[in-house]
């Protein structure tokens, strides 16, 4: 099993940028692809982004690719979510996930470890 936190949420002007975390504790970080997902008010969770055990490989959805960037430091045991050109359509909480799996996934169902979440609002 793995454990995850996220952390780096907050209040933002559209425009900004944001950096969110997501430290990992338990079983090897390195043996999960993973995953960062977001639920807007009132709306189902979407996939945001994924990323390969190695880092090598990363996925975006179209509303967010040219403006977030998924990377992973299996030394820390963290994955980052970086959020630039912020709009208020990505005002969510944002929850990072874990699967054994080694391919890329969108499919939240896919993944059985989840974070908490993290509140990121964007105002206008």
């Known amino acids: 099993q793995v454990q995850l936190v996220e952390s780096g949420g907050g209040l933002v002007q559209a425009g900004g940028s944001l950096r969110l975390s997501c430290a990992a504790s338990?079983?090897?970080?390195?043996?999960?692809?993973m995953g960062w997902f977001r639920q807007a008010p009132g709306k189902e969770r979407e996939f945001v982004a994924s990323i390969s055990r190695s880092g090598s490989s990363t996925s975006y959805a179209d509303s967010v690719k040219g403006r977030f960037t998924i990377s992973r430091d299996n030394a820390k045991n963290t994955v980052y979510l970086q959020i630039n050109s912020l709009k208020p359509e990505d005002t969510a909480v944002y929850y990072c996930a874990a699967t054994p799996k080694v391919k890329l996934s969108s499919l939240s169902y896919e993944y059985p470890y989840w974070g908490q979440g993290t509140q990121v609002t964007v105002s206008s």
């Open positions: 338990g079983r090897t970080f390195s043996a999960y692809t």
